[in-house]
């Protein structure tokens, strides 16, 4: 096995995906596209999981492990998203949600600060608001379940550094200023590349989300820097463009490659030798840990110990991609696809 082949755990999938309560979630995967109901209880609380953007792998995965937790925990829960990762979207759509009146919200804010008055209005409204994967400049939500994603960063920078023999020239390509997540995987990927004294980084920029944007710009670097070894995308559509660049430059597998989250075509670029690392999050533990707490801090009104709780990570690599300890978490475009008896965790 390649010595990338790691896993970085904090919380552990702790028997949460149990075949009676995945048949559940995959029974009611109406809920991708709207809500689901599930087991009565005397209290059914309602829950509603606002994510960053409606669609995507790594909010679908999220999505299923809410939905297991609600079986679990008998609440009522209801998932949307807008189409695009922008405030401007989510804003209204977080306004309509507080109409419709749950008792609990768990949002991925779109951005940090755009999304304080929004949030501040929910709590205002008298509903109870945790955030998920992405936070807020403001200490208003009853807890944060995300990634560590400086640690992320920073386990981003030891895999490129491995991938290049700690040598090299290496680039960043991030999406937009003012997402909490993608931000803090750049510093943590600054902080850990200096740790390798014949490296040499060139910097980031910013391509809006957009591959093609991502594209050029590393066509320019890749011009203009001859030693360039390495990029690290920090979602997928940076990385996505840096292989395009990297491709069309004739430098596949020459300049390497490693890209954040683990959707189905990241998976597959992978596969294919268009990326040589992925960093996955465990988006369907984010889930299931929101619901959790959302409904214990319902029934019992009493705050959880920790404000911010942080999920592991997994590096996924060509050698290690098949195994079941690395393949669970992959991230899935349905819940019927999350395996029903995966392998035991580790800790």
């Known amino acids: 096995m390649s010595k990338l082949a790691y896993t ?9 995906i149990k075949v ?31 994510q960053g953007v409606k669609g995507d792998e790594f909010y679908v995965s999220m999505a299923c492990g809410a939905s297991v937790a609600a079986a679990e925990a008998g609440v009522e829960l209801t998932v949307d998203g807008p189409t695009k990762f922008d405030a401007t ?3 209204p759509l977080l306004a309509a949600v507080v109409q419709s009146k749950p008792d609990a919200i768990l949002i991925a804010p779109n951005d940090r600060t755009a ?52 040598k090299g020239s290496v680039y960043v390509t991030n999406t937009k200023a003012g997402i ?12 850990g590349i200096k740790a390798y004294p014949d490296i040499k980084y060139l910097g980031a920029e910013y391509n809006n989300d957009d591959p093609t944007t991502a594209a050029s710009q590393t066509a320019a670097i890749l011009q203009a820097n001859s030693d360039l070894a390495g990029i690290f995308g920090t979602n997928l559509f940076g990385a996505e463009g840096a292989a395009t660049a990297v491709t069309e430059a004739g430098k596949t597998g020459q300049v390497k490659i490693v890209g954040f ?87």
């Open 180 to 191: 909490s997540t993608t931000d803090q995987r750049q510093q943590g990927f600054e902080e």
């Open 115 to 166: 999304m304080i008055a929004p949030i501040q209005e929910a709590i205002d409204a008298g509903i109870v608001v945790f955030t998920v994967d992405t936070k807020i400049e403001a200490d208003l939500a009853i807890a944060n379940i995300a990634s560590d994603n400086v640690e992320g960063g920073k386990i981003a920078a030891k895999a490129l550094a491995d991938l290049i023999g700690g």
């Open 261 to 347: 989250d683990a959707g189905p075509k990241q998976v597959q670029d992978l596969k294919n030798g268009v990326v040589d690392v992925l960093i996955a999050q465990h988006p369907y533990d984010i889930g299931y840990q929101a619901v959790k707490m959302a409904a214990d801090y319902l029934t019992t009104k009493t705050a959880p110990a920790e404000k911010v709780v942080a999920t592991g990570y997994t590096v996924v690599t060509r050698d290690n991609m098949d195994q079941d300890e690395v393949k669970k978490y992959l991230y899935v475009a349905d819940c019927s696809e999350i395996p029903t008896s995966p392998a035991t965790p580790t800790s």
């Open 20 to 50: 009676s309560a995945a048949g559940a979630a995959v029974a009611s995967c109406g809920w991708c596209l709207g809500s689901s109901t599930v087991s009565a209880q005397e209290k059914k609380w309602k829950i509603t999981l606002v």
């Open 8 to 16: 970085l755990n904090r919380i552990t999938r702790r028997d949460l």
């Open 89 to 91: 979207l989510q804003t």
